[in-house]
């Protein structure tokens, strides 16, 4: 059954996973809450990140750091400068929008990587007018898209939110390196808020003004960059390319890690994190490889500061593929900014190559928001035969792994023993307690946010000690001795790790 993203939206909210900020005052463009079911599923997406990449290498850790910058760390990034998007303004109402976005869907043309010139030729070459009063549009300008904030009394020092987590790890990097026995590879993770004032912020949390990363910093002699042993145990993984040279038949080609290196002068260590990364996208996301791609940027649409740009995409029901995120070869770009800017030297000498060098940086970033929303939408399946949804949720990621009901609540030894059994599975698994309704509609509930098992207590139970799984995939329901319970539950969750 096909369902219009307003319908997705009005689910999301009702069942608290995702809802628009500040509601009560009508909304903020670009600002998201999550309930309580949300944020379980956020987390949940977040822990199996860190266990998958953290382990990637010993010499990998997480970082925690603060939000608000420094502005010549912006300054030394290249984001004052750079970090600008195009802006097209009606000459007579205050109709306003990013200007390559308004092109793009007036002309059906990409103009990615456009200079504001360039654009604003377009609009004349084609008489474009403004959408809302038909007249005249202005010639496009730029817009930095960092937030300023003014600290302090007075507001005379000026800093910033970061618009990527990315900075604090650079800015971290020196006396991480000496706390961590001076070792490269050294991976600094950090899951955390960004903040851009986007011009046109939409479809849900795909692109909001404050938003979660997942981003992992790898700093590494760039010596070692083409001959990286770990590639060897890689190097005939199929990867799901659309390479640049791929666009005109618009056609994902398989390719196995070697041909990367081989054939398009790829380098190992970049190309065995893009095998890493569709490892995680495939085996523990269990997103189909038909809905992934590694798409690669060309120049004009890198991101400033890259040398080579991949994007990791999902095919969304309604919106398509949809950049989740991105695998960037940043090269010595921002140390080496924050050493010219900050005067600390970040040259460091490495015993093992007995060699002095400024570390580059391979960073595989991660839009935590647009991860939920991908993992929400593909879990998503109005089924017509139960009547109800059904989030298909991987155990591992479910907000709730499983749900104790008792049958009946008129009968106080049902109840208590339904409430004591869902106590002790509490303390070992994300549980919830639900004794209302007919065990139909409670069935439902669960099957709507994903559960993966219900328990039911019923007369039996009393008599017997037993309990009723029930299934959500199958809706198959099975006998339990109560004794067996937790360790059945454990076995089922540990299995289906294992099937990732
Ligand atoms: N540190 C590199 C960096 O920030 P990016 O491509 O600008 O690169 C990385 O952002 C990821 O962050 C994107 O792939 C996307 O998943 C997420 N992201 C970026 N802008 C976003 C926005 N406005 N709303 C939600 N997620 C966003």
């Known amino acids: 059954m096909t369902v219009t993203p307003e319908q997705l939206a009005s689910f999301f909210k009702k069942k608290g996973f995702i809802y628009p900020s500040s509601e009560i005052y009508g909304g903020l463009a670009g600002f998201y809450d999550y309930g309580h079911t949300g944020t379980l599923l956020k987390k949940n997406f977040e ?61 059906e043309q990409n103009v990615e990587g456009f200079s504001p010139e360039q654009l604003t030729a377009l609009i004349q070459k084609h008489n474009l007018q403004c959408p809302t009063c038909k007249s005249h549009l202005k010639p496009v300008t730029v817009m930095n898209m960092m937030f300023p904030v003014n600290l302090g009394i007075g507001g005379k020092h000026k800093a910033y939110l970061r618009p990527e987590t990315a900075q604090s790890p650079y800015v971290n990097f020196k ?18 808020r960004a903040y851009r004032n986007e011009i046109s912020p939409r479809n849900l949390t795909l692109r909001q003004r404050e938003f979660t990363q997942a981003e992992l910093q790898i700093f590494f002699n760039p010596q070692k960059i083409n001959l990286f042993p770990l590639f060897e145990a890689v190097k005939d993984y199929k990867l799901q390319t659309l390479l640049v040279e791929d666009r005109p038949l618009h056609t994902v080609v398989e390719r196995t890690a070697e041909q990367l290196v081989e054939g398009y002068h790829l380098p190992q260590f970049y190309v065995y994190h893009l095998v890493k990364i569709q490892q995680f996208y495939i085996d523990v996301l269990k997103i189909p490889p038909s809905k992934f791609r590694l798409y690669q940027l060309n120049d004009l649409e890198k991101a400033f500061y890259n040398k080579y740009h991949f994007d990791l995409e999902v095919e969304l029901t309604e919106f398509g593929f949809t950049e989740m995120g991105g695998l960037h070869y940043r090269t010595d770009h921002d140390l080496r900014g924050h050493q010219e800017i900050s005067k600390e030297k970040m040259e460091i000498f490495d015993e093992e190559s007995n060699s ?46 499983c749900a104790v009901f008792p049958l009946v609540r008129n009968k106080p030894e049902l109840v208590a023993l339904a409430e004591e059994i869902y106590a002790d599975l509490n303390t070992h698994f994300s549980c919830f307690y639900d004794p209302t309704s007919s065990i139909g509609r409670r069935y439902a509930r669960a099957d709507e946010i994903g559960v993966p098992y219900c328990i039911t207590v019923d007369f039996d139970s009393l008599e017997n000690d037993t309990v009723t799984i029930r299934d959500r995939e199958t809706t198959q329901q099975r006998l339990v001795k109560r004794s067996e319970l937790a360790s059945m539950l454990s076995t089922l969750y540990r299995s289906s790790a294992r099937q990732r």
Not at 70 to 76: D, I, L, M, T, V
Not at 81 to 107: G, M, T, W, Y
Not at 175 to 192: C, D, H, M, S
Not at 373 to 399: C, E, K, T, W
Request: glycine share 4%; net charge negative; with cysteine.
């Open 356 to 401: 002095k060098f400024i570390p580059h940086v391979l960073e595989l970033s991660f839009g935590v928001d647009r991860h939920v929303y991908m993992l929400l939408d593909q879990s998503y399946d109005d089924d017509a035969q139960r009547g109800n949804v059904i989030m298909h949720f991987s155990p591992s990621l479910a907000p709730f792994f």
């Open 47 to 107: 822990n199996l990140w860190k266990n998958y990449f953290l382990k990637l290498n010993d010499n990998f850790f997480e970082i925690e750091t603060a939000n608000i910058m420094h502005e010549k760390a912006f300054k030394a990034s290249g984001h004052l400068d750079n970090f600008i998007d195009p802006v097209i303004n009606c000459s007579k109402c205050d109709f306003s929008d990013r200007a390559d976005h308004f092109i793009r869907q007036e002309l």
């Open 175 to 192: 006396l991480q390196y000496e706390l961590q026995r001076k070792k490269l590879p050294l991976g600094l993770a950090l899951i955390g």
